[in-house]
Structure formats: structure tokens, C-alpha cells
């Protein structure tokens, strides 16, 4: 069994049914990582030792008929590094929370391992997820591991890196404004980012909270649905957690999509989407009619809205939320200091990187009261509107068929002296974190550079089932046209 090309279900039933134990399988990732991870950084934190010992313990379990009803017992899972893992380092790549230990696990992480997954590493981002491209890591670079001079995307681009490169099967992300999906289209895997409320973010660090949502990185669409079932659904702990959810069953998915209507926004495909990514999208709509759906135009006209709404709200609310790290509480604290407010002067000012500082900048202007009208107010009415829209075209169709980003993955070291043209990549994602709906990344072609490229799917508050469902139908009729 190759560990690089497995799918998670493949490899738990295998493990299940004794043909290798939890331990082999394990083993056998963490040679993987050695090996490639020189090549492309996927991880913060390798945790060898404790993957190992749980290996065991997970192994005794399963032969004691524990986990019988466990679709991934036994799978080592990667996990971004702003998830908290209980005495385990969690940084959100920054040099402020570099030696930060936490004093619990985040709900995602308690629901895996009562499910018998185990934890295999912590992987990287943009400091505190705040980015496109993985390079603002206080670790260094994430690296495409469809071509090493690429960037893996952003945030969860060590994540989506890892599932791609062979270092992880399947892993978990963060999505604020894309983080989850655009990374999954640069690297050629699939990303689901749930429906806000779906899943917990009980222990997530966050970025904005209005947008977060934690969801899985994985190879095959089914490998992410059996993941969503294990992390998602109502949590006291978390009190925007929905609380009636149902996560679909990897039957229900593989139900067929005759009839689906599934709406083209027009404005998606207008000035800035590259050629190749154009095409791509051209042949996803002829496999879809293929498998029984029904496409129309639909007209999305406010989406222009959605960057400058989502920087303005994103960055307000990042202010607010990295104002805790203040030197005092926890984190790095300054050396150097004569009085307190020099102490957080001089601990914020060393212990944050550029463009996290940007962001707290943009973020405290927008709140401030000579602008708050003009700026954060205005930004919650556009916020509103979205949505709005949304829901009308929602009465047309049953999905949204887009492009995830408007080009393929950019070199490394181009895009951040020029935040504004990166901002600007997240035209059709953020639209998605804004209304709170669910939506997914699937890998759909390569452009000419070997770099590939992924279609978007975004559905209606909680219909996670018909997006999975859609993707599932896609993903299996090309995989039959390709044998
Ligand atoms: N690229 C977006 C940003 O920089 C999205 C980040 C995210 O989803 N965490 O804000």
C-alpha cells in the first residue's frame, strides 16, 4: 500500500481488517515526511514520539472491536498550526505565539482522536492565517509540491501542501476568506470549507471570527466527507455551533445529480480570470451536464462587494481579536522595556510580522470612531446585501458553479510586495465566508506549468450533502473517462 496515494477510508479499512497495523501505517507517513519534507516545509511541528505511543494505543483499541464504526480509525491526520492542541506547540506561525503551549485541545482535535484518528503533525501557514501564499510563516515557505518554485497557496498551504506531497492523507485547514479552497486549487486536492456553525471553533485561534470555520483538506471528496462526519455538529462549548446539523453519509453522496440546477455567475467569469483557468471551468460544466445537471446564467452583480467588504470586516475584527497579545497575558514578551506601555509597544512591534501589522493597522482605522460609519458600517451593509443576493439566486438554483482563484498558483516571492493585486485573488472566495454558505474546491485540470487548477461548488446554508454529492458525481465520471 503506497502511504503517498491512499485515500484515508482505504487506509483505515485496511488497518481495520488487519492487513497492516496502526503503527505500519504511521511509520511508513512519517518516512515519507522525512524525505520530502526538506523539499517542501509543510510542517511547524512533526510529533513523531506522540504519533507513535498513540499508534499503539489506537492499535490495542481496534483489536479490543473498538472503533468498529469508525470510517478513519487508525489515520494519521495533519493539522494546522492555529488549531490548539492540548501540551502540543501551536504558533499560528508567528514569532508571538512561537513557543505558545496550549492548555487544551480544540474541539476538532477531541472529536478525531475519539474517533481513533491520530495526530501526526502541525502544519504551516501565513501567520495567523493571514494571507494567500503560506509566505509569511515566521518558519519560512511552504513549497507547491507540483513544482517547488510555486507557491502551495494560503493560508493552509502547509495543509494542503502535505495532502498533495505524500507527507499527510488527509489534514484540516482554516477557511476566513478562502484559506481552506484556494490552497486545495493551487495544490490539486479537494477542500471543503462547512457552512459557518457547522463545525466548532472551540480552540481555533481566531483571525476574524465572523468568518472562520475549520474544514478538511484530503485527496478524494469522500475522504473529506468521512472527516466532516467526525468533526462536525453542535458544540456547548462553541455558542455560533448550529445546532440541528446533519453531516452527510458517504452513501448519500454518491447519490446521482440528475436535474441539480446549478447556477453560472457571470460576473465570475468576466476581466482578471486567466485563459487556461477559463477552459477549465468550461470542460467541469460538460462533465456536470454529463452526469445529469442542469446549468444556467445567473447574475451575482454585487460580488464585486466582497473584497473590500472583507478586508474592511476581517481586519476590524483581527484588531480586536491579536489585541490579547499584548506581552502580558501570553506569548512572547519584549526584552526590553522602561514602562507598560513600552512593554506592549515593543513586544507587538517585534513579536508581529508585516503583514499581520498591515492588517491590525487597517483594522483599528476602520474601527475608529471618526470612521467607523464610512468604513466598518458601510462594510456590514455590503455584508447584508451579499447575502441578500445569495439567497434570491439560491431560489433559482441548487449550487454555484465558480472559479476557486482567478489564476493558478503565483511564484514564490511575487505576490507580497503587492498586497493590493493579492487581496484581489480572493474575488471568489471571500463572497463564500461573508454569507457563511458552504463551498468546496475540487481539482479539475493543470495549466501549462504543471500547476493545477480547481473548480469551486458553493450551496446553501448546510446543504454540505449537495455539494459533496456534486463533487463526488465529477470527481468519479472523470476518474472513469480517464481509465
Ligand atoms: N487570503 C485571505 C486573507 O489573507 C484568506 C485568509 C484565510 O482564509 N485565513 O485574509
Known amino acids: 500500500m503506497d502511504i503517498t496515494k491512499v485515500s484515508a477510508l482505504q487506509l483505515s479499512k485496511a488497518i481495520r481488517s488487519k492487513e497492516l497495523t496502526v503503527k505500519e501505517a504511521v511509520l511508513a507517513q512519517l ?23 498513540r499508534a499503539d494505543e489506537v492499535q490495542k483499541k481496534i483489536e479490543q472491536g473498538e472503533y468498529s464504526n469508525s470510517l478513519l480509525a487508525g489515520v494519521p491526520v495533519a493539522i494546522k498550526d492555529n488549531i490548539c492542541t492540548k501540551g502540543i506547540k501551536t504558533t499560528c506561525a508567528s514569532h508571538m505565539l512561537s513557543e505558545f503551549c496550549p492548555l487544551y485541545d480544540a474541539e476538532v482535535i477531541t472529536r478525531l482522536e475519539a474517533a481513533g484518528c491520530i495526530i501526526l503533525g502541525k502544519t504551516n501557514l501565513d501567520e495567523f492565517a493571514m494571507g494567500s501564499t503560506t509566505e509569511t510563516s515566521y ?17 493552509s498551504g502547509g495543509s494542503a501542501a502535505a495532502v498533495a506531497g505524500g507527507e499527510a492523507i488527509i489534514a484540516l485547514g482554516s477557511d ?22 457547522m463545525v466548532s471553533r472551540y480552540g481555533l485561534i481566531a483571525y476574524a ?49 440528475q ?15 486567466s485563459k487556461e483557468v477559463r477552459i477549465a471551468i468550461l470542460k467541469v460544466i460538460e462533465v456536470l451536464k454529463e452526469c445529469g445537471a442542469n446549468i444556467e446564467e445567473i447574475k451575482l452583480n454585487t460580488s464585486i462587494y466582497g473584497v473590500p467588504a472583507y478586508y474592511i470586516l476581517a481586519c476590524a475584527e483581527a484588531s480586536s481579536n491579536l489585541s490579547r497579545y499584548d506581552g502580558v497575558k501570553y506569548g512572547f514578551r519584549a526584552s526590553k522595556y522602561e514602562d507598560l506601555s513600552e512593554l506592549y509597544k515593543e513586544t507587538r512591534s517585534l513579536g508581529f510580522g508585516t503583514e499581520v501589522k498591515r492588517r ?44 476557486v482563484a482567478p489564476t493558478t498558483a503565483p511564484k514564490l516571492g511575487e505576490s507580497l510586495f503587492d498586497p493590493l493585486k493579492m487581496y484581489l485573488g480572493d474575488s471568489y472566495t471571500v463572497p463564500v465566508n461573508l454569507t457563511g454558505l458552504p463551498a468546496i474546491s475540487v481539482p479539475c485540470a493543470k495549466d501549462k506549468n504543471n500547476l493545477p487548477i480547481g473548480f469551486q461548488l458553493i450551496g446553501k446554508p448546510f446543504a454540505e450533502q449537495e455539494i459533496l454529492q456534486t463533487a463526488y458525481q465529477y470527481e468519479r465520471t472523470v476518474q472513469k473517462g480517464e481509465k
Do not use: M, W
Request: proline share 5%.
Open 259 to 273: 436535474g441539480k440546477r446549478i447556477g453560472l455567475p457571470v460576473e465570475y467569469f468576466e476581466e482578471g480570470l
Open 176 to 197: 476566513t476568506g478562502g484559506s481552506i479552497r484556494q490552497p486545495s486549487s493551487f495544490c490539486g486536492v479537494v477542500g471543503l470549507k462547512p457552512t459557518y456553525g
Open 360 to 403: 491590525l493597522l487597517i483594522g483599528s482605522f476602520v474601527l475608529s470612531s471618526g470612521y467607523y460609519d464610512a468604513y466598518y458600517n458601510k462594510a456590514l451593509k455590503a455584508k447584508n446585501i451579499l447575502r441578500e443576493e445569495f439567497h434570491l439566486a439560491f431560489e433559482k438554483v441548487d449550487l454555484i458553479l465558480t472559479p
Open 209 to 257: 471570527s465572523s468568518l472562520d470555520q475549520i474544514g478538511p483538506i484530503g485527496r478524494t471528496v469522500e475522504d473529506c466527507t468521512a472527516i466532516l462526519q467526525i468533526i462536525a455538529g453542535k458544540d456547548e462549548k462553541d455558542s455560533t455551533c448550529a445546532v440541528n446539523t446533519v453531516s452527510p453519509s458517504l452513501k448519500a453522496i454518491r447519490q446521482s445529480i
Open 139 to 155: 518558519f519560512g515557505v511552504t513549497k507547491n509540491p507540483n513544482h517547488i518554485n510555486y507557491v502551495p497557496g494560503g493560508s
Open 31 to 53: 518516512n515519507e515526511i522525512r524525505k520530502r519534507e526538506p523539499l517542501y516545509h509543510c510542517y511547524i511541528s512533526i510529533l513523531e514520539e506522540q504519533a507513535i505511543k
